[in-house]
């Protein structure tokens, strides 16, 4: 397995507004490597998001350059976009985003039916293979509101891991949950580093978070304040 970081962020800076400007990224390097859950913390509005938003390709720099598994982003158009991240990375945001007339398993499903590399049968079979390695196997016919919250952001995670992504990104995946249902989400996320892609390519988790304890158990935290990294310390490893 190749060391090459999945994700390579070089001098990317982030500026919104035309006569007023504000400054979201600055001059960020970053890499994430294989095997890394990575925490990035920061006090609110420190650019946290900003950066996650730039890794995930949902938005672009203005200076600077993304490479995700290798490849540089910046000047793809928005289609070869659309297509490296739906086949790349997988997302998992506070608030879980499932559509509330589809069941867990359709929701799952999503990705699977954007990416059209798989029959039904094919996507159906994943699906509940994902729902079922995530405890949810007697759930999957149930609609969200049919489901508890932590339950809800297991069904978001799995939702991610439709397409076999390399880089899970997380934007505050326990900020909306009690503590036992955080505990079972961070567990969840902590293992999915032990895992690989189906290629053979070891994954990456990057968290954006104010929760402590998650960032206590990641391998590496980033510190970001005024959208610079302030401190980028590994913790274990």
Do not use: C, W
Not at 70 to 98: C, M
Not at 175 to 181: F, I
Not at 224 to 236: E, F, L, P, Q, S
């Amino acid at each position: 397995m190749s060391d090459a970081p999945l994700l390579d962020v070089q001098n990317v800076t982030r500026v919104i507004g035309d006569e007023v400007k504000t400054t979201l990224v600055a001059g960020v390097d970053l890499a994430v490597a294989p095997g890394e859950f990575v925490a990035i913390t920061g006090p609110s509005g420190s650019g946290k998001s900003s950066l996650l938003y730039l890794l995930g390709l949902l938005d672009v720099p203005t200076t600077g350059e993304v490479h995700v598994l290798g490849r540089p982003t910046s000047k793809l158009a928005e289609d070869a976009r659309a297509d490296l991240r739906l086949a790349t990375l997988g997302f998992v945001f506070q608030f879980h985003f499932l559509l509330p007339e589809f069941t867990a398993l359709e929701n799952v499903l999503l990705p699977m039916r954007a990416a059209r590399k798989l029959s039904e049968a094919q996507m159906k079979a994943r699906g509940r293979e994902l729902l079922a390695s995530l405890g949810l196997a007697d759930h999957a016919h149930k609609t969200p509101d049919k489901l508890s919250g932590g339950q809800r952001q297991r069904v978001a995670i799995a939702r991610a891991l439709a397409n076999d992504p390399s880089v899970i990104l997380a934007d505050e995946p326990t900020g909306n949950l009690d503590t036992a249902s955080s505990d079972q989400v961070l567990g969840i996320l902590r293992d999915l580093v032990a895992t690989k892609a189906a290629d053979g390519r070891g994954r990456a988790v990057v968290v954006v978070t104010h929760d402590l304890d998650l960032a206590a158990r990641a391998d590496r935290r980033v510190h970001i304040v005024d959208g610079r990294i302030a401190t980028d310390v590994r913790t274990k490893g």
